[in-house]
């Protein structure tokens, strides 16, 4: 009797065209990939292994939120203290990072730690002067069209 193999994982559906071109069987009842040999079992397998791992870009983009610090208001973590393993990532936890980053990033900017130095002629203060000018001008043109 030959050897079977199996693979035993809900995130097969991510790959099932690959499971297929590998070899691969389902069993509805065991809910298994099932291969006869052992080499497109090892490829079924690596396959799975990319498709649930970050691409390089999900990397990179974790990369630099972690150097622009978007990853500490976003993820609440310091990477001063505790390093976020990117490669030990799964792709939907990477999703979620990336999500919380973006969102972050929408809200206080690209580079959220940054100090942003103000040039030393600039007022300290608000000047509304030319907001309060065009609202003026708006309100006359209402009283004049009337």
Same mark, same amino acid.
Not at 2 to 10: N, V
Not at 12 to 24: I, L, Q, S
């Given at each position: 009797?030959?050897?079977?193999?199996?693979?035993?994982?809900?995130?097969?559906?991510?790959?099932?065209?690959?499971?297929?071109?590998?070899? $691969? &069987?389902?069993?509805? #009842? %065991? !809910?298994?990939? *099932?291969?006869?040999?052992?080499?497109?079992? =090892?490829?079924? /397998? $690596? &396959?799975?292994?990319? #498709? %649930? !791992?970050?691409? *390089?870009?999900?990397?990179?983009?974790?990369? =630099?939120?972690? /150097?622009?610090?978007?990853?500490?208001?976003?993820?609440?973590?310091?990477?001063?203290?505790?390093?976020?393993?990117?490669?030990?990532?799964?792709?939907?936890?990477?999703?979620?990072?990336?999500?919380?980053?973006?969102?972050?990033?929408?809200?206080?900017?690209?580079?959220?730690?940054?100090?942003?130095?103000?040039?030393?002629?600039?007022?300290?203060?608000?000047?509304?002067?030319?907001?309060?000018?065009?609202?003026?001008?708006?309100?006359?043109?209402?009283?004049?069209?009337?």
């Amino acid at each position: 009797m030959s050897q079977l193999y199996t693979i035993k994982d809900e995130r097969t559906v991510y790959c099932r065209a690959a499971m297929k071109a590998n070899g $691969g &069987e389902w069993n509805p #009842v %065991t !809910r298994e990939w *099932i291969f006869h040999d052992a080499s497109d079992h =090892a490829n079924a /397998a $690596g &396959e799975l292994y990319r #498709v %649930t !791992r970050p691409t *390089i870009g999900m990397r990179d983009a974790l990369q =630099a939120m972690v /150097a622009d610090g978007t990853g500490a208001l976003a993820w609440g973590f310091d990477p001063a203290e505790k390093p976020l393993p990117i490669d030990d990532l799964d792709r939907s936890e990477a999703s979620k990072l990336l999500a919380a980053g973006y969102a972050v990033r929408r809200v206080l900017g690209v580079h959220p730690l940054d100090d942003v130095e103000q040039p030393n002629d600039e007022p300290a203060t608000f000047d509304s002067s030319e907001f309060e000018a065009r609202e003026q001008a708006r309100r006359r043109r209402r009283r004049n069209a009337a």
